[in-house]
């Protein structure tokens, strides 16, 4: 039976978006105590440098937003070729205007993007919930399940612990941000932002399917491209949802969907314009096309099938348990449609063979809420009333909420938790770390970086190791030699040229040679490079030292040897 569409003064009830609100300024405040702890905790001698998750990728969008500042298409800094200003990120270039309006440093800005995507994204959920239930007590469960929600990786961890392993069994089926909307807020406020606008997409789709309002198309059409400006490929999710769902419609009224069938064709008229251009991007420009090539060097993709369970988590069991697939589809109404349809496309989505498949986990974990509170109703209750008939039906449907909540949120606290124990393991054991979770430099390199930033052009290069290179575009607007895995060209010859470069084994030859065809321009020798190698570049007639400090130099290449 179809239900009619609820009012907007339903979904915004005071009190209850007053508890909604009490509950997102708290997950805000709970999520900046890592943050507080690295600034405050960290020794004199270190400098914390704004993140606590994925420091190769966040520095690359800090250099976007560093070079959107007085640009509106941006180049790759992230490597020493040359590179067409191609790309626009509407999030970095906003960031990167603010920041000349403003003068807030990058860390500044990420913190406040980082709350304010956080109350976004969960608000939008909210939102979605209301659209969705008409019972304030299942929409309150659907957001707590969505927000708070994470898989079975503490599973892992355990596993980890009692065996003595170095590390966890399948990373990525506890440390994938997209499908768990907490970590988001925690560390990736562009997958939180995407995350919100995804939910809020979806929740115009079908007010607008059930009010038949073209006014509402156009707004899906609008925010769409929105999301397409900051990430294109979440197009991905958006377009095959709109089309299973106008899919199921047709079946069940055996008429053809009109409305949907235009909102769909507004829709990727309005939205399909950042697509074709990051697409562009790849075809017009030679280092552009080389960086897409070069994304499989993550090893970033969704866990194999049968670890789906572990990455989702008990709620995701429990949707697919909610799933009604008796109920003839002439019986179902466009609520239970579009949660079919949104639901079910993410198993195709997420292995399709494309090398950013990952990402087309996001937004599951909010649909994967809403299922799993129907199973909580439709499956779980009647079984415990079968089972503890003297229990007030109230009650139980408290306790069984309350267990569903707790028994999802485990690996979110492990995550949390985890932060504080890698801040610290960051700075007291600096130089076993590795360059991604390179969240702490020492004072004297972050020192030589700002004088780097005083003394380069757009045009330098900065050879240096990628402990340290991984920075430079951000915090100098130089291009770097060696900086990610993916944007830096040849990324695993970079690196063993800089491993070569500081080996006194290579002859000067060979670093004159590597020095003059990539135009370097200046080299670091910091105790991050110190530990590839035992060169003296002090001693070299190709170099000038022109800083020192903090047992840090940075020598500038003499012309000869650069090519200039």
């Known amino acids: 039976m179809q239900q009619p569409a609820p009012s907007i003064r339903s979904l915004f009830n005071r009190r209850e978006w007053l508890i909604v609100s009490i509950i997102i300024l708290a997950t805000l405040a709970v999520t900046a105590i890592p943050y507080l702890y690295a600034y405050r905790g960290a020794p004199d001698t270190m400098h ?13 969008y800090f250099s976007w937003l560093r070079e959107s500042q007085d640009q509106f298409l941006v180049a790759n800094k992230l490597t020493p070729e040359p590179s067409a200003a191609l790309l626009f990120n509407f999030l970095w270039w906003t960031l990167g205007r603010i920041q000349v309006l403003t003068g807030i440093p ?8 980082r709350l304010l995507a956080g109350a976004f994204v969960m608000s939008a959920i909210y939102f979605f919930c209301g659209v969705v239930f008409t019972s304030r007590a299942k929409r309150m469960t659907a957001f707590l399940v969505a927000v708070f929600g994470a898989g079975l990786g503490w599973l892992l961890v355990v596993e980890k612990t009692l065996r003595h392993l170095p590390d966890v069994n399948s990373p990525f089926a506890i440390y994938t941000a997209e499908p768990n909307t907490f970590f988001t807020v925690l560390a990736f406020p562009h997958f939180a932002i995407a995350a919100g606008l995804i939910v809020l997409i979806f929740s115009v789709v079908l007010l607008g399917q059930m009010r038949k309002s073209m006014r509402l198309a156009w707004l899906a059409a609008g925010l769409s491209l929105l999301l397409g400006v900051q990430h294109s490929y979440d197009m991905f999710i958006i377009y095959p949802v709109i089309g299973l769902y106008a899919l199921f419609v047709w079946l069940r009224d055996r008429k053809f969907p009109m409305y949907l069938f235009k909102l769909g064709v507004i829709v990727v008229l309005v939205s399909m314009w950042p697509a074709l251009q990051a697409f562009y991007i790849t075809q017009a420009d030679a280092v552009w096309k080389g960086v897409l090539s070069q994304f499989d060097n ?37 609520k239970h449609l579009f949660i079919m349809a949104w639901f079910l496309s993410h198993f195709i989505l997420v292995y399709i063979p494309l090398n950013f498949q990952i990402h087309l986990l996001s937004g599951w974990q909010i649909i994967t809420g809403v299922l799993a509170t129907i199973g909580l109703y439709t499956r779980v209750l009647p079984l415990l009333r079968k089972y503890l008939p003297k229990m007030q039906p109230r009650r139980l449907t408290q306790l069984a909420t309350a267990a569903l909540v707790v028994v999802v949120i485990p690996t979110n606290l492990y995550i949390l938790a985890w932060r504080f124990l890698d801040m610290r393991q960051a700075w007291q054991n600096y130089e076993g770390r590795t360059a991604e979770n390179r969240y702490f430099i020492q004072t004297g390199e972050y020192d030589a970086l700002q004088f780097l930033n005083a003394t380069v052009t757009g045009d330098d290069v900065v050879l240096a190791s990628l402990d340290i290179g991984q920075f430079v575009p951000a915090l100098t607007g130089a291009r770097a030699f060696l900086a990610h895995w993916a944007q830096t060209l040849d990324f695993y010859g970079k690196r063993d040229m800089v491993s070569a470069f500081f080996n006194s084994a290579t002859d000067d030859a060979e670093r004159q040679r590597i020095l003059s065809e990539y135009h370097v321009t200046y080299v670091v020798f910091s105790p991050e490079e110190k530990r590839l190698g035992d060169y003296n570049p002090a001693a070299a007639s190709y170099l000038t030292e022109v800083y020192n400090a903090d047992a840090v130099s940075i020598f500038k290449v003499n012309p000869p040897a650069s090519g200039s």
Do not use: C, E, V
């Not at 990058?106 to 993007?113: E, K, N, R, S």
């Open 106 to 113: 990058y860390d500044g800005l990420f913190q406040i993007t």
């Open 48 to 60: 914390f440098m704004g993140i606590t998750f994925n420091i190769p990728d966040h520095f690359q």
């Open 298 to 334: 993550a090893g970033a993709w969704t866990p194999a099938p049968w670890l789906l369970p572990i990455l989702m988590g008990l709620s995701w069991l429990l949707a697919i348990w909610a799933l009604d697939i008796r109920t003839p589809f002439k019986d179902r109404d466009d």
